[in-house]
Structure formats: structure tokens, C-alpha cells
């Protein structure tokens, strides 16, 4: 099993920033694909950003490419989620996730993580 717990959620204004955290259990962190997804009211959990077990690669939703930045640290067990010029849209539970995706379809779907966080609110005002 792998615990992940994500932090640094808040209430902030619209072009505001705000960086994640999400730290990870056991010695394994590099085993997997980390991921961040959101999820509205009312609505799906969507795909926002996501990074191989090395960090040499990223993925980012087309909403968020640009403004957000997904990095890693294995040593830490910790990846994080830096968000730039936030907008009321951005609003949403964040969730963290370790999964054993392979292809870049896989990284990008929300049924190749197996573990998630318990999530961290954002929310964007205008």
C-alpha cells in the first residue's frame, strides 16, 4: 500500500499562485507515475498534470499547460504542483495519485492510479 497525502490548497485570487505537496510512503516513490487530477461540483475527475518515475517527462491537460508545472523529488518521496495565473476555473479538489501507467494514454487517465490522496481544496475567486 502507498499513502499519499497532499497539502497546500487555499483560497486565493485570480493570476494568484500556489504550489502542492504531495508526499508519498515507503521506499518506492520512484516506482511509479505521479499525477494530479481535480474535481469540480458537479463534475468528473479530469486528468491536469502528470510526470514519469524519472521526471524526465511531463504531461499537462491543454487547460493547464502554460500556468501549471508538475515536478518530483524521489529522494523526498514528494511530488508537488506549482500553479501560476490561477482562474476562477482552476477551482477544484486537487488529488495527488501513484499509478503504473506505461503509455502516454495511461498517464493521462484517471483508471491506471492505484493510490490517491484524500485531496486539497483550490479555490480560484474573480
Known amino acids: 500500500q502507498v499513502q499519499l497525502v497532499e497539502s497546500g490548497g487555499g483560497l486565493v485570487q485570480a493570476g494568484d499562485s500556489l504550489r502542492l505537496s504531495c508526499a508519498a510512503s515507503?521506499?518506492?516513490?520512484?516506482?511509479?507515475?505521479m499525477g494530479w487530477f481535480r474535481q469540480a461540483p458537479g463534475k468528473e475527475r479530469e486528468f491536469a498534470a502528470a510526470?514519469?518515475?524519472?521526471?524526465?517527462?511531463?504531461y499537462y491537460a491543454d487547460s493547464v499547460k502554460g500556468r501549471f508545472t508538475i515536478s518530483r523529488d524521489n529522494a523526498k518521496n514528494t511530488a508537488y504542483l506549482q500553479m501560476n495565473s490561477l482562474k476562477p476555473e482552476d477551482t477544484a479538489v486537487y488529488y495527488c495519485?501513484?499509478?503504473?501507467?506505461?503509455?502516454?494514454?495511461?498517464?493521462?487517465?484517471?483508471?491506471?492510479?492505484?493510490?490517491w490522496g484524500q485531496g486539497t481544496q483550490v479555490t480560484v475567486s474573480s
Open positions: 495519485a501513484a499509478g503504473s501507467a506505461v503509455t502516454t494514454a495511461q498517464t493521462m487517465g484517471v483508471n491506471w492510479y492505484d493510490y
Open positions: 515507503g521506499r518506492t516513490f520512484s516506482n511509479y507515475v
Open positions: 510526470i514519469t518515475r524519472s521526471g524526465s517527462r511531463t
